[in-house]
């Protein structure tokens, strides 16, 4: 959430000179979207973007497992789970896997009219894990043409 914020606060910088002096500047903002959470102050999560991750679910849980601290210590001490960590390193991703789906499972649903918008009827009712995105007002506007771009696998 914080990190969020500091990067909302930043997005600014990216286009002004010579701030990193090594590397350009940026003639305009990036598109910048906030990940889905549950928060409803200051206001609630409404994202425009949903995006299945059934087809990718390995090698996201994959790209995950590389930060250790984050979901194998701090995260469990937070949340109350720290005794579910495996402590065989060939078991965590499983473990890893099933808290994610935890997390996210519910977002299909939360979400699912806009992944039948997204996906159609048919394969929109079937989808059941999902990451959900909200653009951000300091970067640029996620506009039809950028989001073939930044999302070329949507249908």
Not at 11 to 32: E, W
């Amino acid at each position: 959430r914080y990190t969020s914020q500091l990067v909302c606060d930043a997005a600014y910088m990216v286009t002004v000179p010579p701030i990193v002096p090594d590397v350009p500047a940026l003639r305009k903002n990036p598109v910048i979207a906030y990940l889905s959470d549950h928060f409803t102050r200051p206001y609630p999560f409404s994202p425009t973007v949903v995006v299945d991750v059934e087809p990718v679910w390995d090698r996201m849980i994959a790209a995950l497992d590389c930060h250790q601290s984050q979901f194998y210590d701090w995260l469990p001490y937070n949340h109350f789970y720290e005794e579910e960590v495996p402590a065989d390193p060939g078991q965590r991703k499983i473990f890893l896997s099933r808290k994610m789906k935890e997390r996210i499972g519910p977002l299909a649903d939360r979400y699912r009219e806009l992944v039948i918008q997204t996906y159609g009827e048919k394969r929109g009712r079937e989808i059941q894990l999902i990451e959900a995105f909200e653009p951000c007002e300091y970067g640029s506007p996620l506009t039809d043409e950028n989001r073939k771009i930044l999302f070329p696998f949507l249908p």
